[in-house]
């Protein structure tokens, strides 16, 4: 399936683009997910994916529809959902 | 003891004398620096049921324990004075180099009382103090004044904290500048104003000596090193203008006066806009290795020149909150803000209060002044602001702050007076962040993200942001007293992710500094105290359960759009929170404090004066 | 005869964000103590965003060594450090006022110049650029730095054609 994914923040600056399209297979997890961006955005593994890809740093995390923040790695993504890759940190 | 100096420096402006107070390790310890200190030296000197305007309210400075060192981000000050916009305790804190200067002249601190017959600044060079004529400087802005004292005393050295024309005009959320940082909330900037004081120029020649320099410096380059790691990268990069993007993804980001969570140009607005359009570079405070603060330039236009270092905060206040939706006009308003010497987060929260009063009736336009101060209009904006500053027309109802204004003006405009306690609400819709919504109600300066966290909880998901149970005080309780510690300290709460174990690691550092032997649960131990002394002092001034609230937006209105559509906080909830988090204080169902825990904390001074009786839970009375 | 190539701290005002740590870590190395005015590396900052640190640059032709009254000054041949020779040294002040950058020290207690000497005590080197949170400061010679900015002035060049 195609998953589009939204960058904020340092994903943004790094991927050079405000949003992507990743393509993994039908039953991938969302630690799928997140090796699939580390493969289309090398540059994220360090500041933003952990550097043996396990999961995000802890300075990222990865939010469904704007409600909830992603927690079990090992569960299915689904389809049709807003995603989006921004900053933990919420301190202003 | 090292790097303290044991001594604060007390100043009459009524009679412009000064006196010397010594202060013990034990003392120190137990309130450390900065925001604990400076609250400690404010309970101790004004006496209750003061005019926070009047010449009685203590204007408190106290520096960080790290001041003047190589631990990053160590070196801001507290300061302290009962505030002019919630008549309760109002502490901020500023970065920058003035508190290394105070350490190094000699002083942990200063307390300003009474009123001097005519305009004043001090200058302060270690121990001899100067009262100079202020009269040439009087209506110069808070920064620019800053460059012409150093001129004019002919020292580079001289590091300076001064007010602008907002707290000659006793606006209620006057800010005190140094070196472009603010001190920023609760209104100091009038209070120092209310003395008649310009500006505190100081310099000072003494060196800070540590008690273990190689240790220290060890220990430095380690937090320099972590600091340019993950923990941070968040404020390296993009600085705290990355908000607005990712509290409009998910629906927090206050839009026209918090009637909206998103905002239809928060792309134009962004932290990421900000970097790619404005950017010039990034700053930092004394000893800092972060840099957060993103200096933004606009290059041509109508704003021609506007340059200011943003952040989120000023950001939002003044731009989605007053549904303005570009850049230049808000680096603008910003930078006027700082000059004016206000706070630019309570200026944009009552103006967007007097936006939404002008849309719907409430204020005419001939109330306005003839302007059209409707949201988005940039102009109109502008001019309100420097009229808040001078008090003229409309402005002088604004420099009161939301909560008198709504007050005075009422119409059913106190619905929408976003303030708790009457401090303004901060950059976060807490409609749909429950946990923080509660932290704010309980705050005791008010509606204050910094004083609580729990915006964390909400946001990283720790608590389920939507709804409310009775499991959340001990988390609000954790967080408060976490973020009072690095107040106290004082260390950049930017850092707070830089330790591997924050308890020992920094109680090491404490003791590498001062000498002072100070264990892991001893430093935990002071963010307690220090919440309670706060709280202490409102209740001397009269605080009630009843303050602890929220405005009736909040709890009444659902967000009407965008991810959070829907939530609010009902009353129940809010109850519900707040029971939680006085239990979990060990305070009493009024939220008051009982005696034997002043006593437990350290406090028993004072608990004759404000602890209550209690009869321990199940026993008969 | 050639320009000596010796090395001196230098500060790349883009990078640096004027938190004075540099400062802090020279007169802690030093002297043990922490005191900007002690420090032989300074920053200046004309507010708000122009700033840079300021050191010995090891001029070529050194004023400070001229001007000194008492001969006091000399340079070391291999690292073209400038040596106070304490014993001569009574703090007149002379070449302080010799350098251009304001980079030499007058410490107020022993009345003696002090000048960078980067860190010769130290096996790793000058601390302030150990320390620098933003990696603003690194030695370098005048030849590379012209090499530098002439590449940069290069690539620029090349930006600009290649970018329709
Ligand atoms: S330590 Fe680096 S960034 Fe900080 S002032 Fe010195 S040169 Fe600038």
Not at chain 2, 166 to 171: D, P, R, W
Not at chain 3, 88 to 101: I, S
Request: charged share 25%.
């Amino acid at each position: 399936m195609k998953l589009k994914v939204e960058f904020l923040g340092l994903a943004r600056e790094l991927a050079g683009d405000a949003e992507a399209v990743v393509t993994v297979d039908d039953r991938a997890t969302w630690h799928d997910l997140i090796s699939a961006l580390a493969d289309a955005y090398p540059s994220f593994v360090g500041p933003i994916v952990l550097p043996d890809r396990s999961n995000l740093t802890a300075a990222y995390m990865l939010n469904v529809g704007g409600r909830a923040i992603v927690r079990d790695l090992d569960v299915p993504v689904q389809p049709g959902q807003r995603l989006l890759l921004m900053f933990a940190e919420a301190g202003g | 003891m090292y790097a303290y100096t044991g001594k604060i420096l007390h100043v009459d402006l009524t009679n412009q004398t000064t006196r010397v107070q010594e202060l013990e390790p034990e003392f120190l310890k137990r309130y450390l620096g900065g925001v604990g200190l400076a609250t400690r030296l404010l309970y101790d000197n004004t006496p209750a049921g003061c005019d926070p305007l009047g010449p009685d309210n203590a204007l408190c400075f106290a520096c960080s324990s790290f001041a003047g060192t190589t631990i990053p981000v160590g070196t801001k000050h507290g300061v302290a004075s009962k505030s002019p916009l919630t008549g309760f305790v109002g502490d901020s804190l500023s970065g920058s180099h003035f508190s290394e200067m105070l350490r190094r002249a000699g002083w942990d601190g200063m307390v300003l009382k009474g009123q001097a017959p005519r305009w004043l600044y001090l200058v302060i060079d270690d121990d001899l103090v100067r009262f100079v004529d202020a009269q040439p400087y009087m209506g110069k802005g808070a920064v620019e004044v800053q460059s012409i004292l150093r001129e004019e005393l002919g020292d580079d050295n001289y590091r300076v904290s001064a007010i602008g024309p907002a707290g000659e005009h006793l606006v209620r959320f006057a800010s005190i500048d140094n070196d472009g940082r603010q001190v920023g909330r609760t209104g100091n900037g009038a209070v120092m104003g209310s003395k008649r004081l310009k500006a505190i120029a100081i310099r000072g020649s003494r060196p800070v000596t540590v008690a273990d320099p190689k240790g220290l410096m060890a220990a430095s380059l380690k937090l320099i090193k972590t600091s340019q790691g993950p923990g941070t990268v968040k404020y390296r990069t993009l600085g705290t203008p990355s908000n607005v993007l990712n509290m409009n993804a998910i629906g927090v980001l206050p839009t026209r006066n918090f009637s909206e969570t998103t905002f239809e140009h928060a792309e134009t607005i962004s932290g990421e806009y900000l970097r790619d359009h404005y950017r010039v570079k990034s700053v930092s405070c004394s000893s800092c290795s972060i840099a957060c603060e993103q200096w933004g330039v606009v290059r041509d236009g109508k704003y021609k020149g506007a340059k200011i270092g943003l952040d989120y905060e000023p950001l939002f206040a003044l731009g989605s909150n007053c549904g303005i939706g570009t850049l230049p006009p808000i680096i603008k308003l910003v930078e006027m803000s700082d000059e004016l010497g206000m706070d630019a987060m309570s200026a944009g929260v009552v103006i967007s209060w007097a936006m939404e009063c002008y849309e719907r009736g409430l204020l005419t336009q001939e109330d306005c002044d003839g302007l059209e101060l409707a949201f988005g209009n940039e102009d109109a904006a502008i001019e309100v602001l420097r009229k808040i500053a001078y008090r003229e027309g409309i402005g002088d109802l604004l420099a009161e702050g939301t909560m008198r204004a709504s007050e005075r003006l009422a119409k059913g405009s106190e619905h929408f007076a976003m303030h708790v306690k009457g401090l303004e609400m901060p950059g976060y819709d807490v409609r749909s962040l429950k946990t923080f919504a509660a932290g704010l109600a309980v705050g005791t300066r008010g509606a204050c993200h910094n004083r609580s966290l729990a915006y964390e909880l909400d946001i990283k998901g720790v608590f389920d942001r939507f709804t409310a149970d009775d499991g959340r005080g001990k988390a609000m309780v954790d967080n408060e007293n976490f973020a009072c510690i690095l107040d106290c300290l004082v260390l950049c709460k930017f850092l707070r992710n830089c330790f591997d174990d924050f308890g020992p690691d920094v109680a090491a550092i404490y003791t590498m500094t001062t000498g002072i032997f100070l264990t892991a649960d001893e430093l935990m131990a002071v963010g307690e105290r220090v919440c309670n002394l706060k709280k202490a002092f409102n209740i001397r001034e009269g605080w009630t359960r009843a303050d602890d609230t929220l405005p009736p937006r909040v709890l009444e209105d659902p967000i009407p759009t965008g991810p959070s559509k829907g939530s609010y906080v009902t009353r129940e909830e809010l109850d519900l929170l707040i029971a939680n988090y006085y239990q979990a204080r060990g305070w009493t169902a009024d939220g008051l404090i009982p005696r034997e825990k002043l006593v437990e904390l350290g406090l028993e001074d004072i608990a004759d004066e404000v602890g209550v009786d209690t009869v321990p839970a199940g026993q008969a009375i | 005869m050639t320009q000596p190539a010796y090395q001196h701290v230098i500060c790349d005002p883009d990078l640096c964000t004027g938190c004075r740590l540099c400062e802090y870590v020279c007169s802690a190395n030093k002297h043990g103590v922490f005191d900007p005015n002690l420090a032989r590396i300074r920053v200046v900052r004309i507010e708000p965003v122009t700033m840079t640190a300021i050191s010995c640059r090891m001029c070529a032709d050194a004023p400070c060594v001229i001007a000194c009254p008492r001969d006091a000054l000399s340079r070391a041949p291999e690292t073209g450090v400038i040596l106070v020779d304490d014993t001569k040294c009574d703090g007149c002040g002379w070449c302080v006022e010799a350098c251009d950058f304001g980079a030499i020290v007058l410490n107020p207690a022993s009345k003696t110049a002090e000048i960078c000497d980067l860190c010769a005590d130290q096996e790793d080197g000058p601390q302030c650029v150990i320390y620098c949170p933003k990696e603003a400061l690194s030695l370098s010679t005048p030849e590379v730095l012209r090499q530098k900015a002439r590449r940069d002035v290069v690539k620029r060049l090349f930006e600009e054609l290649l970018t329709p």
